[in-house]
């Protein structure tokens, strides 16, 4: 693992994920440019002092070498170091598993999307809400074709705990995210309307291909966006609507996704997460349940305990990490359902076309770069 050291929040899921089903185990780590934050995430996680580094080269090198060394890069940092880690381990023939964004800009992700062709090493990036098992069975309603072409998609994401400067109290959190250098062009867009996106290409099984955004930012003085709103036009003629905002007062972590077809729509809710409503035109309603039998196999295989049993966040992120093992124990080129670098890419894509064309105040543009 490189980065996750004390005060990080995605470190130690990253961390509980990876190790829940025991395919994975944590050996070697840089978890900070600080020695002694390092030792100490180290002693925390049972890491021996030998493989515990002060620079994520000397573990790539190091690890690279051994004949028991690691196999999989966890990279938990925040997003200016994307790339160059992401390239160093998979250039020293390592896997990689990154935490999204793929890297600071839509330049250094194509680099890196050549990097993983030529190393041959897998590359998965952690939207973690594909690893949800619901999610994954409205995937498979709308590949099945249940409701008829696409012809609408709406997400939200909306937070509300940026609607004070924390960034300006010393915040570590916020403090990265609210910096160009470390977090690239889009503060909130490239934080969690990344998701959305990916989670509105991901269930709706169709591409954006022209968006008209508005990507603002509210709270005075802060140097990125911290509220998006944009419109979608996708292959086929469906249109959507993609909301991301982190000043939404009072809300906690409100993603949800609606996709309406010709025959009738989907809703899935995070906050209600074991749970997929299904609106027929010409029939009743109907709400499916998490690890029920009747449910797809991707979703049934996402869930580890009996249907009433509530599982989430980890249990989704622990899904991607199977995933990856599986991949990698089997030697396969892909890893199945696990966003990979062309998603990477595309997330990119994404928040830099919209961040230029909402300054630029240009309307309608084509998604460039994707």
């Not at 005060?7 to 990876?18: D, K, L, Q, Y």
Request: charged share 20%; aromatic share 6%; glycine share 14%.
């Amino acid at each position: 693992m490189v980065g996750g050291g004390p005060g990080s929040f995605i470190g130690p899921v990253h961390r509980m994920a990876a190790e829940l089903d025991g395919r994975i185990r944590l050996v070697a780590g840089a978890f900070s440019r600080d020695a002694g934050k390092s030792a100490e995430a180290a002693r925390a996680w049972g890491v021996a002092p030998d493989r515990t580094y002060g620079d994520y080269r000397a573990m790539i090198a190091a690890e690279a070498s051994r004949a028991d060394g690691a196999e999989l890069v966890a990279v938990v940092t925040p997003n200016h170091l994307h790339f160059d880690v992401s390239a160093a381990a998979l250039n020293a023939g390592l896997h990689v598993m990154s935490d999204k964004p793929a890297t600071l800009d839509l330049a250094q992700a194509k680099a890196l999307a050549e990097i993983v062709a030529a190393s041959g090493k897998l590359y998965g990036l952690t939207h973690t809400y594909t690893g949800y098992p619901m999610v994954r069975q409205a995937r498979e309603i709308v590949r099945r074709g249940d409701l008829g072409a696409v012809r609408k998609i709406v997400v939200e994401y909306s937070q509300g705990w940026l609607s004070r400067p924390l960034e300006r109290g010393g915040d570590k959190q916020a403090g990265w995210r609210a910096d160009p250098a470390q977090s690239g062009v889009g503060g909130c867009i490239g934080d969690i309307g990344v998701h959305a996106f990916n989670l509105a290409e991901f269930i709706g099984g169709v591409r954006v291909q022209r968006l008209c955004a508005d990507v603002s930012t509210v709270v005075e003085g802060r140097a990125l966006d911290d509220d998006c709103n944009v419109l979608l036009r996708f292959a086929g003629g469906a249109r959507g609507v993609l909301v991301a905002s982190q000043i939404s007062a009072g809300a906690r972590n409100g993603l949800k996704i609606s996709v309406y077809g010709e025959l009738g729509g989907l809703s899935w809710s995070h906050e209600r997460h074991t749970e997929l409503t299904i609106d027929w035109l010409d029939g009743p309603s109907q709400t499916l349940h998490a690890a029920s039998p009747y449910l797809a196999d991707i979703a049934r295989a996402g869930s580890r305990i009996p249907t009433g049993h509530p599982e989430g966040f980890i249990e989704a992120f622990a899904n991607l990490y199977r995933d990856m093992a599986d991949a990698i124990a089997e030697g396969r080129s892909e890893a199945g359902l696990v966003p990979d670098i062309g998603e990477g890419v595309r997330g990119m894509a994404f928040v830099e076309t919209a961040v230029a064309a909402s300054r630029s105040g240009d309307g309608w543009v084509e998604l460039q770069g994707a």
